[in-house]
T-cell receptor, first 117, second 116 residues
Framework: AQSVTQLDSHVSVSEGTPVLLRCNYS??????LFWYVQHPNKGLQLLLK??????LVKGINGFEAEFKKSETSFHLTKPSAHMSDAAEYFC???????????????FGKGTKLSVKP | DAGVIQSPRHEVTEMGQEVTLRCKPI?????LFWYRQTMMRGLELLIY????????DSGMPEDRFSAKMPNASFSTLKIQPSEPRDSAVYFC??????????????FGNGTRLTVT
């Protein structure tokens, strides 16, 4: 069985300071992992994806995430927050093969990121 | 790439009326998903299709909800009769599914439904 836990429902940072959004997963298989961002009144947009290639994955807008199998984590980071990063972020886990319930996609409950001037 | 296209963007209707939401997936994608998002419950999967066939509809709330995918380029989600508790943002998403690699989901911009 798979699951994903986003440890913080809300994170607040000051502009220019680092961002850390935490995600832990549980999977019977070597998973694929994704981070999505949702700005207000918009759909979810893919930030980055891990699919068993390099463990450090770079995404759009300066975000990156590191897959750590020993810690079953896939935390999202950015060195310096920008006001435009304020949004909700979702971590998603899926096994490498398709099929099954939920389409194999398990969404975390989301982390709202606030950026203070 | 036009992305996933949903219509309408906003829908306001009265309780008891029929509502139809529409989705055009990205060309070449063979899986289509309908999600509902509310403040209280977050993002919920309602139903998903592979190659136009419904695979898992366990998330459909009740018989008032139905979804169809008559061909690879079009899907509808219908609510009949609608109720105020159906008010939410409904997202359609598509992906290319198969083989040993799952491509990510691509989401539309959603339909904001308000039932009064």
């Amino acid at each position: 069985a798979q699951s994903v836990t986003q440890l913080d429902s809300h994170v607040s940072v000051s502009e220019g300071t680092p961002v850390l959004l935490r995600c832990n997963y549980s999977s019977s298989y070597s998973p694929s992992l994704f981070w999505y961002v949702q700005h207000p009144n918009k759909g979810l947009q893919l930030l980055l994806k891990y699919t068993s290639a390099a463990t450090l994955v770079k995404g759009i807008n300066g975000f990156e995430a590191e897959f750590k199998k020993s810690e079953t984590s896939f935390h999202l980071t950015k060195p310096s927050a920008h006001m435009s990063d304020a949004a909700e972020y979702f971590c998603v886990v899926t096994p490498p093969h398709y099929g099954g319930s939920q389409g194999n996609l398990i969404f975390g409950k989301g982390t709202k990121l606030s950026v203070k001037p | 790439d036009a992305g996933v296209i949903q219509s309408p963007r906003h829908e306001v209707t009265e309780m008891g009326q029929e509502v139809t939401l529409r989705c055009k997936p990205i060309s070449g994608h063979n899986s289509l998903f309908w999600y509902r998002q509310t403040m209280m419950r977050g993002l919920e999967l309602l139903i998903y299709f592979n190659n136009n066939v419904p695979i898992d509809d366990s998330g459909m709330p009740e018989d008032r909800f139905s979804a169809k995918m008559p061909n690879a380029s079009f899907s509808t989600l219908k609510i009949q009769p609608s109720e105020p508790r159906d008010s939410a943002v409904y997202f359609c998403a598509s992906r290319r599914q198969g083989g040993s690699y799952n491509s990510p989901l691509h989401f539309g911009n959603g339909t904001r439904l308000t039932v009064t």
